[in-house]
């Protein structure tokens, strides 16, 4: 509506210039047509200003590439915990899970390793400006109607109290979750196979990602099938 309010404006000055040209000298339509030229790149420049605003996302949010609904609700969770960071271009959880207990639809328990990474575009790679490692159990609802829903997260704190609220949370998993926690190279493989599977998904020209001080790394070819497979 805006472009084609001021094209009518632009036409109608247009109409008016004609017609008061008729009566005037060479220098004073020469005057009325610089007005012209310059209502035009008036119009122009809102129509770009315009289309910028509409415009404003660099990249596509992140969103489970596989069909299982249960999987898309525990990474749009964990994908939730960007809000405690500043903006970035786009946020890419990485889940590795230690175990789950589905004994209960209710309640549907899934230990783990829940990192978030916020990341920029620069090129081809997504440079990571923040982020975070956040441990614990998920809970998970399942009803009737076979929809999820996340209804609470006990989180390994910090510091002093990590030990004691990690046993508190793993209970006879905790040795298997100390390993899990302290092997890098898993989560970096996992790390780098999601992102791969998102620039897959989304048809993105990106080939790697940074982390700050260190060097690119090279994004593996997707697997979406494969890889979140595994997690059945």
Request: hydrophobic fraction near 30%; glycine fraction near 6%.
């Amino acid at each position: 509506m805006k472009k084609k309010y001021l094209n009518l404006l632009v036409a109608s000055t247009v109409a008016g210039v004609l017609l008061l040209a008729c009566g005037n000298t060479d220098s004073e339509v020469e005057d009325v047509n610089e007005s012209v030229e310059e209502a035009q790149e008036a119009d122009d420049v809102s129509v770009v200003n315009e289309s910028k605003t509409e415009d404003t996302d660099i990249l596509p949010d992140y969103e489970y590439p596989g069909p299982e609904s249960f999987y898309y609700e525990l990474y749009d969770y964990v994908e939730d915990f960007n809000k405690d960071y500043d903006e970035a271009d786009v946020s890419i959880p990485c889940v590795r899970i230690l175990d789950m207990d589905e004994s209960d639809n209710s309640d549907i328990k899934v230990y783990g390793e829940f990192d978030i990474y916020n990341y920029n575009l620069d090129g081809d790679t997504l440079s990571c400006v923040s982020g975070g490692n956040y441990p614990g159990l998920i809970h998970v609802a399942m009803y009737d109607d076979g929809t999820y829903d996340v209804t609470g997260f006990d989180v390994v704190l910090d510091g002093d109290q990590f030990d004691t609220s990690a046993k508190e949370i793993f209970g006879d998993k905790y040795d298997a979750f100390i390993k899990m926690n302290s092997d890098q190279e898993d989560r970096e493989k996992v790390r780098a196979q999601i992102i791969s599977n998102y620039v897959f998904a989304n048809n993105l020209d990106i080939k790697y990602y940074q982390d700050y001080g260190w060097d690119k790394v090279g994004l593996p070819e997707e697997n979406i099938d494969s890889f979140y497979s595994i997690l059945d």
